[in-house]
Each structure stands twice: as structure tokens, then as C-alpha cells.
């Protein structure tokens, strides 16, 4: 198997202890990338917050077994902790890839539960593209769907994701977004819901593949809507950076992962 860069960080650095991997490439749907994984706290005596975390890959790349080190850090919180491939591009285009982060969530509230997941408490997550997926999928899931979770989705993460992009003008959304019929719809900025729920924003403001305009733009927009929003921009940090610091050696970079677990944990109850 060739490791991306990234993937050899996951299988060299140390990871989060007092956790568990409890499940590999469970099928949520019928395509080969259709496959997810689980992980959570060793210790779990009731049902647990499922945090579903959304790699990114500029929506053309990526793979969950690069993210271990993700699924240990949220487990090590005490969350259970859902990683799903999906297809990319080109096998797929916009909304292909929303559309299996919707089938993955269906299963996930109906069999998460088997493994000490709670379903009527779901966090979205994701960094980069994951982290327009995750928004996406928790501003406007039905459209792509994504079961009703009204009550049920507490909160989303967003890490350096692109909020506010079109016109499309980079190679990676152009051949992810160019055949959309409606590229207005496309845009978190621009579905943004009635009262939608807390929305935790992170972006590195040495951002240069995702500036950190994106995070103030969909701020404003969440807030217009009545919205609860998060804001944090790490002085030192460029585009994988906050990803990065979900790793246990480089939680001194910058204060994501201690942000981002007690922002989730003033939305849920253990």
C-alpha cells in the first residue's frame, strides 16, 4: 500500500491511548469506497456522543486509513468516533460526495448504536473539503440525503474548510463543482438554515489554499440566520495545521484540540 504523507505521520507518531479501534471497513453502501470505521474510548459504560469526522482531499484524494490518529484523539475524549470513505472525483462530481456522506450518516443513526453510539446526539466534522462536506451535509443534508436529524445533530466543526468559493477558480473546484446546475447552492454561505445549530470554526491565518475568509464569511451568515458560531484563527497555523494538532506531540503547536473538545463537550452530555 502507498502511504501518503500524512499516512506515514499516522503510523509514526503516537497516538491518543486509552482507546480502540472496534470496527474496520464496515459497509454503509454498495460502491467500493462505501466502507467506514469506528473507534471509542476503551472504557465506555453508556451510550456516547458519535462524532462523524469528514477527511478532506480537495475532494479528488484521501483514504480513512491515514486518519487513525483523528478517530483515536476524538475516542480519547470520549466520543464515539465514525471515519467514512466516499468517492471522489473523478469518479464522482459535486454532489456525489455529499450524497455518500448522507448514506454514511443514515447508517450511522440507525447501527451506531451497536457500538455505543448515541444517535440522538451527532457532531459533524471535518477539515478542508471534509470540513465543507460536514457543514454542508449539517446546514442542508436533506438535499443530499442525509436522514432528518433535527434534534439530533448537536453541533459542527469546521478546520480550514472552504466556505465561500465561487466562482470556481482553482483546478480542484472546478472539476469537483463545474457541472453543478446551480453553483450558487454549492456554497455553505449560501444555505445556511433558520436558527441552525452551534458551528465551531477553526482555520490557520497562514491559510493560503483555504484563506481564512471563508471561516468570517460563513460566521456572518450563521449569526444573519440566528446562529451560535465559534470563531478561532491560529496565528502560527497554515492549512493543515489544525488537522496537525489533533496529534498528541504537536497539541503545543496551537490549542485545537483542547477548543474543539470542550467546544463539543458544552454541546453534548456524556
Not at 15 to 28: C, E, F, P, Q
Not at 100 to 122: C, N
Not at 165 to 183: K, L, M, N, Q
Request: charged share 20%; hydrophobic share 40%; glycine share 12%.
Amino acid at each position: 500500500m502507498t502511504r501518503s504523507a500524512l499516512g506515514w505521520l499516522d503510523l509514526l507518531m503516537p497516538r491518543d491511548g486509552g482507546t480502540r479501534k472496534l470496527a474496520s471497513d464496515i459497509a454503509y453502501g454498495p460502491q467500493e469506497r462505501h466502507r467506514l470505521d469506528i473507534y471509542a474510548p476503551k472504557k465506555l459504560s453508556a451510550p456516547a456522543p458519535i462524532v462523524f469526522f469528514i477527511y478532506g482531499g480537495g475532494w479528488d484524494s484521501g483514504s480513512k486509513a491515514d486518519y487513525q490518529f483523528a478517530g483515536h484523539a476524538l475516542a480519547a475524549a470520549g466520543y464515539v468516533t465514525i471515519i467514512a470513505d466516499y468517492r471522489v472525483v473523478p469518479e464522482v462530481h459535486y454532489p456525489g460526495f455529499l450524497e455518500d456522506g448522507g448514506l454514511a450518516l443514515a447508517w450511522a443513526l440507525h447501527e451506531a448504536v451497536a457500538y455505543g453510539g448515541d444517535p440522538d446526539q451527532i457532531v459533524l466534522m471535518g477539515h478542508s473539503a471534509g470540513a465543507y462536506n460536514a457543514v454542508m451535509l449539517g446546514l442542508d443534508g436533506l438535499r443530499y440525503g442525509a436522514p432528518d436529524m433535527s434534534g439530533r445533530l448537536r453541533a459542527i466543526v469546521g478546520l480550514s474548510g472552504p466556505y465561500d468559493f465561487y466562482p470556481f477558480d482553482v483546478p480542484a473546484s472546478i472539476a469537483a463543482f463545474a457541472t453543478a446546475r446551480d453553483p450558487l447552492l454549492t456554497q455553505p454561505v449560501n444555505v445556511v438554515p433558520e436558527r441552525p445549530v452551534p458551528v465551531f470554526l477553526g482555520h490557520g491565518s497562514r491559510d493560503t489554499t483555504c484563506l481564512p475568509r471563508n471561516a468570517v464569511a460563513l460566521a456572518k451568515s450563521l449569526r444573519q440566520a440566528g446562529g451560535e458560531v465559534t470563531e478561532r484563527y491560529y496565528d502560527n497555523l497554515a492549512h493543515p495545521g489544525p488537522l496537525l494538532s489533533l496529534f498528541p506531540a504537536l497539541r503545543w503547536r496551537a490549542p485545537v484540540y483542547r477548543e474543539v473538545v470542550g467546544f463539543i463537550g458544552a454541546q453534548t452530555t456524556p
